[in-house]
Structures are given as structure tokens and as C-alpha cells.
């Protein structure tokens, strides 16, 4: 049975930083990559982040790049996410997904096949 679990996140106050933490366990499948996502209430759910398990090729949403830093411990089957200088615009539930497809839109929701609970990240002050 395939799981997600995320966890790290919590309120921070603008300019600050959380690190999110993603474990995955029980996956048969092949898959080649793991992406961030995050929703905003009532806003539709949008790509952060992405890493290739395979290169470690990574992506970044033009919002989060030079503040958030994607990677992966293979050995321990858990991918993080660095966020930095945090803005309440970041405030949103942050989800963990596999890409199960094989297309090119890596921020595309369609593309994944399982998800993780997600962990809300607030950012107040």
C-alpha cells in the first residue's frame, strides 16, 4: 500500500523558514519523480517543486525559486522541502505526490497518481 506521509509544517512568522518532510513507503511501482504541491483556501492546487529520482533534476515555480530548495534521500525514501523568507502568500496546506505519468506538464495535478494527507503551513505575523 502506497503512502505519503507529510509532516513539518506549522506557523512562521514572514521572513522565516520550515522545513517539510515527505515519507514514502510501500511503492511497487516505477516512478521516476516526487513533486511539492500546495493549496490555498479557495484556490485550486498548484505545483511548487519537483525532483527526478533518477538525475535529481529539479523545478521550481517562478514563486518559490531562490526561496525553496527541493531534495531527495533515496536511501531513506523521504523528500524535503527547504522554504525560505516565507511570505503569507506561501500560507496554504503543502501536499507530497508521485508522478505516476509521463508528461511534460510536471506542475500539472493530472500528472500524479498518489498523494500525500498534506501539512498546513500559515504564515503570520
Known amino acids: 500500500q502506497v503512502q505519503l506521509v507529510e509532516s513539518g509544517g506549522g506557523l512562521v512568522q514572514p521572513g522565516g523558514s520550515l522545513r517539510l518532510s515527505c515519507a514514502v513507503s510501500?511503492?511497487?511501482?516505477?516512478?521516476?519523480?516526487i513533486g511539492w504541491f500546495r493549496q490555498a483556501p479557495g484556490k485550486e492546487r498548484e505545483g511548487v517543486s519537483l525532483i527526478s529520482k533518477s538525475d535529481g533534476s529539479t523545478y521550481y515555480a517562478d514563486s518559490v525559486k531562490g526561496r525553496f530548495t527541493i531534495s531527495m534521500d533515496n536511501a531513506k525514501g523521504t523528500v524535503f522541502l527547504q522554504m525560505n523568507s516565507l511570505k503569507p502568500e506561501d500560507t496554504a496546506v503543502y501536499y507530497c505526490?508521485?508522478?505516476?505519468?509521463?508528461?511534460?506538464?510536471?506542475?500539472?495535478?493530472?500528472?500524479?497518481?498518489?498523494w500525500g494527507q498534506g501539512t498546513q503551513v500559515t504564515v503570520s505575523s
Open positions: 505526490a508521485i508522478k505516476t505519468n509521463y508528461g511534460s506538464y510536471w506542475w500539472s495535478t493530472s500528472e500524479y497518481g498518489y
Open positions: 510501500g511503492v511497487t511501482l516505477v516512478y521516476d519523480a
